[in-house]
């Protein structure tokens, strides 16, 4: 006789996919090796036509040190709010948070959920990501949670959820526009 085991969830938590982490880094990435690259380039070029090739390095290192600046607190800006940014689903609320010093939480009862929509780009496609706008009429709010993973098994998920804080029926659109 096989026994079963019943799992009860009762609070669901998750975050933006981490592949979308790593897009956003490797971008900057490549948009500060290219500058980087176009700096030295450029010192290269004047070099050549001027003697002051003292002034020049000095320009080049300052530039240079300033362009990581700048990508260091890109680079810090995108993995914090990464890590700050979650999302909870109880049997009767979305929660979003936000922040990392100062948190922001924002609480929309799933009673006033009236449809959802899970949309996947190409890359989503290939990376199993995607997004989900959740209707709330009674709100007048249009609530996006972006680029989580598996949007379309998302989507069920809350439906079971809002089932229990509600017994309407709510209108579930797939990628296609489909209900």
Known sequence: MASQIKIDISKLSFKRSGVVLFFK???VEFIFTVLNILVNVVDETIA?????????????VTISLILFAIHAVIIGYIIVKWVSE???VNDEELIINSGLLSRKS????????????AYRGVLGQIFNYGSVEMKFPLM???VWIMDIPYPDQFVPLIDKYASKS??????????????
Do not use: Q, W
Request: no cysteine; charged share 30%; aromatic share 12%.
């Open 48 to 60: 050549e036509y001027t003697f002051t090739e003292k002034k020049i390095i000095f320009t080049d």
């Open 86 to 88: 979650t999302y909870e």
């Open 140 to 142: 007048n709010k249009t």
């Open 25 to 27: 880094v490797f971008a």
């Open 106 to 117: 924002e609480v929309y009862p799933l009673r006033n959920l009236e449809s959802m929509t």
């Open 166 to 179: 509600t017994k309407k029926d709510i209108t579930i659109i797939n990628n296609s526009g489909k209900k």
